[in-house]
């Protein structure tokens, strides 16, 4: 596949993963909204049908969607290192992309709601207990879950006597999004799980330029923690998968 068709299917699958996952967020947050009040396990459940959703749309370029995983494939021999630039710019503008359909989606709702310096957290992460050293290495260990199933979970097997053996993969995107329920569930507590650079810092900087009443900080302090934490993540779950044997 074409550079080109690369950045346009990573930027559109992108983009629906954050419009469906900050969607989620903000259907919870905001007091005018229908979900408000819906709590973690709807966040949650949220964000892993987001990833399936964006995951399938962008199947044609391998459907990455987050810079650790292209960061693990790459490590891992299965996605050349000059189309890693490409997958981290596409997903980058999609989530800043999503970030703002997401914005345009609940204005109304934003306008009206009655703590609007505390609507950050619909956009980006950030830790219940600030430490930057045991907020990376929550990250680091969600995100090492994630891509180390991507690369070990095991693919369909050939059929024997008619009939087909599945492996975890055979769920295909569907199984990526329980995956990731599961990390939010049991390892998102302690920083709200990122797992995925692109789609906290794309989405911080449009809350940092979105013209919501009286909002707060975007916390630029803390936004290297879900950009390394993630990145860091993903190149372990690679070298482990290096290290296996075959």
Same mark, same amino acid.
């Given at each position: ?9 990573? =930027? ?49 370029? &391998? ?6 995983? =292209? ?15 490409? @997958? ?17 989606? @609940? ?8 703590? +609007? ?9 950030? +830790? ?25 979970? +095991? ?11 599945? &492996?975890?993969?055979?769920?295909? @995107? ?17 920083? &709200? ?9 794309? +989405? ?36 482990? @998968? ?5």
């Amino acid at each position: 596949m074409s550079t080109g068709s690369i950045f346009v299917w990573e =930027t559109i699958g992108t983009a629906i993963l954050i419009l469906l996952g900050a969607g989620v967020v903000a259907n919870t947050v905001l007091k005018n909204a229908l979900g408000a009040g819906g709590g973690w396990l709807l966040v949650n459940f949220g964000w892993g049908f987001a990833v399936f959703a964006g995951a399938s749309v962008a199947a044609p370029s &391998g459907a990455h969607l987050n810079p650790a995983v =292209t960061l693990g494939l790459a490590i891992a021999g299965k996605t050349p290192w000059d189309q890693v630039p490409v @997958y981290f710019a596409a997903q980058l503008l999609g989530a800043f992309i999503g970030a703002v359909l997401a914005w345009l989606t @609940y204005k109304l709702q934003f306008d009206t709601h009655d703590d +609007p310096a505390g609507t950050r957290g619909i956009f980006c992460t950030g +830790p219940t207990v600030p430490s930057p050293a045991w907020n990376t290495i929550s990250e680091v260990i969600g995100t090492f879950v994630l891509v180390a199933w991507v690369l070990l979970s +095991p693919a369909a097997k050939a059929a024997t006597d008619g009939v087909p053996q599945f &492996g975890n993969s055979a769920l295909g @995107y569907a199984g990526v999004a329980f995956v990731v329920i599961g990390i939010g569930n049991s390892l998102g507590g302690p920083t &709200g799980y990122a797992i995925n650079p692109a789609r906290d810092l794309g +989405p911080r900087i449009a809350y940092a330029i979105l013209p919501i009443r009286d909002k707060g900080s975007a916390e630029w302090g803390y936004a290297w923690v879900p950009i390394v934490g993630p990145l860091i993540g993903g190149a372990l779950a690679a070298l482990l @998968y290096l290290a296996l044997p075959v």
